[in-house]
């Protein structure tokens, strides 16, 4: 039976008889991973306190029929905060999730979106202020869109394909054609959201810096606002309802 190693974030579990747990991992070489943690709801194991939501380590994995078998694990980092906060604990649940349903295994971009979600946890872990961790939230969304090969399109019209700076003063956002329409093609859209340019100036900011550095950044009302365009826009690529959607709705 061989056995391998990669760097991993747990995503979900599954009770495995009276002692063992399946655990849907993010590898960061193998994408989504399904293994089984053996004897871990045991007072005695190993693995426990590695074994909690949202957790990355270092994992030795055996390669196993049906599932791969975790041999050894070596924390990497807990997130600790996120479970001590029932806001951030939302929105770590809520990226999470996205991995677990835009995520594949052997995907070749999983090197990215490991790191995006790392760097993601870690932010929500550290930021104390709603605004950081939608920003947080924002930028990973955007992140694993495009290394999920759904990149928001956010300079030209994706109807009629002229430059965002041609644009006249309004700007739509079209979840379902996923970007931006000019004024011309959005008023004939029933589908489109009205938005200005400090929606795109966020999008591009979001996209580049890792927290919000202007006091427009911290604007509560424009950043839910964008959070919810994305969420819309997500939505529409998934097939399956996100649960924690309506966790957040109640939470946040």
Known sequence: MANYKTHAINLKFHNLGEADKIVTIYSRDYGIVRCAAKGVKKSTSKLGGRMQAFSANNLMLAKGRNLDIICQAESIESFGKIRDDLTRLAYAFYCVELVNHFGTENDPNSPKIYDALFETLKNISMFNEVEEILWAVMRFKLKLSEYSGY????????????????????????????????????????????????????????????????????????????????????SRRTEKKLKTLELMEILC
């Open 151 to 234: 990149a928001v399109e956010l300079e030209t019209c994706v109807k009629c394909n002229c430059h965002e700076k041609e644009f006249k003063s309004h700007h739509f956002f079209c979840p379902d054609s996923g970007g931006v329409i000019c004024g011309d093609c959005g008023a004939s859209s029933h589908e489109s959201l009205e938005i200005d340019r400090r929606y795109m100036k966020l999008f591009r900011d979001v996209t580049n810096f890792d927290f919000p550095f202007e006091n427009e950044h911290r604007d509560k009302m424009l950043l839910f606002s964008s959070f919810n365009i994305l969420k819309e826009f997500i």
